[in-house]
């Protein structure tokens, strides 16, 4: 029933299989198994899509509430515990879970050995209940009424390039410059789209749009081409604090820096009670404010559009 769900949810066997850490293979025979029990086909299927019957519609839906009802049981039970304990699902972007999460799992760990987590990084946008995470990190506006959530610290946004370029191109001294330089963007993967970089000039937040000789689609691999020279592109600090450590990369434009608070902690109203949940909630907001103060990119200016 689990993997009927799992398949209705995310549209293919690959994906269900994925999410349950399972073989594909696994999930197709747990689904025969379930059509032979209850004597329907569920899914309609050609070489390049996979499709409900009308019959697997609606039993997804009671699949789904099942499920739901059998999760908060669960819940129940692990609450009853009293102490974290159990496995931990949790879904996040690259970025975050590469330097802020992953991390802080061993002192996690430490202080909740009975605890196992399962982290998973991607870009796409994960449905948790679903898909059933326990907990989801995103980047964004994400409105969800089914959601309980928290914002985490800030952090900000500003350019960086590696010292050889800066030490043979020269270092802008207002966005504007960007013009006269080699620039790498980072593209959505979700969208498509490229990503706007934000200025805060004069007291007014502007977004620019530089022409780009290199377009990474994650920003680890924007953070790789810069590193190796490929001119002067936009991070988050998080993201950007090991390199800079490590002189691989150095901030430029900070006065026209900008700070966004717009991370989020996303978690089912099932789990409230979950002392896992509780737990690693209560861990990240320090593992945020420890990445993003320490990393510290310079406090941004006044924004009235002069370099200092």
């Not at 009424?145 to 802008?172: F, I, Q, T």
């Not at 504007?176 to 805060?200: A, I, K």
Request: hydrophobic share 40%; glycine share 8%.
């Amino acid at each position: 029933m689990i993997a009927f769900a799992r398949v209705g949810a995310l549209g293919s066997y690959a994906a269900a299989a994925r999410s349950l850490s399972i073989s594909p293979s696994a999930v197709s025979k747990s689904i025969q198994r379930l059509e032979q029990r209850l004597g329907v086909s569920l899914f309609t299927r050609t070489t390049r899509s996979l499709a409900f019957t009308p019959e697997g519609r609606d039993l997804h839906e009671r699949a789904l509430g099942l499920i739901r009802q059998a999760e908060e049981i669960e819940q129940m039970a692990l609450t009853a515990r009293s102490a974290p304990r159990g496995t931990l699902r949790v879904a996040t972007s690259l970025p975050i879970g590469l330097h802020v999460i992953a991390p802080a799992l061993p002192g996690f760990r430490r202080r909740f050995p009975d605890v196992t987590i399962d982290l998973r990084l991607g870009d796409q946008m994960t449905d948790l209940i679903d898909e059933g995470i326990d907990v989801a990190v995103r980047i964004g506006d994400l409105p969800d009424s089914r959601l309980l959530s928290r914002k985490l610290a800030p952090y900000r946004l500003c350019c960086l390039a590696s010292p050889a370029y800066l030490a043979e191109r020269g270092a802008p001294a207002h966005p504007h410059d960007l013009e006269g330089h080699d620039t790498v963007n980072l593209r959505y993967q979700s969208t498509g789209q490229m990503f706007r970089w934000p200025f805060r000039i004069g007291g007014q937040e502007i977004e620019m749009l530089p022409r780009s000789d290199i377009v990474v689609d994650t920003s680890e691999g924007v953070m790789a081409a810069l590193v190796a020279g490929g001119g002067i592109g936009i991070g988050a600090s998080f993201a950007a604090a090991p390199h800079i450590a490590r002189g691989e990369l150095s901030p430029v434009l900070v006065d026209f820096a900008i700070e966004r608070r717009n991370i989020t902690a996303l978690w089912p109203e099932s789990r409230r009670s979950n002392p896992a949940v509780r737990a690693f909630l209560d861990m990240l907001e320090p593992a945020f404010e420890h990445k993003v103060t320490v990393s510290d990119l310079a406090t941004p200016g006044r924004g009235d559009g002069q370099a200092r």
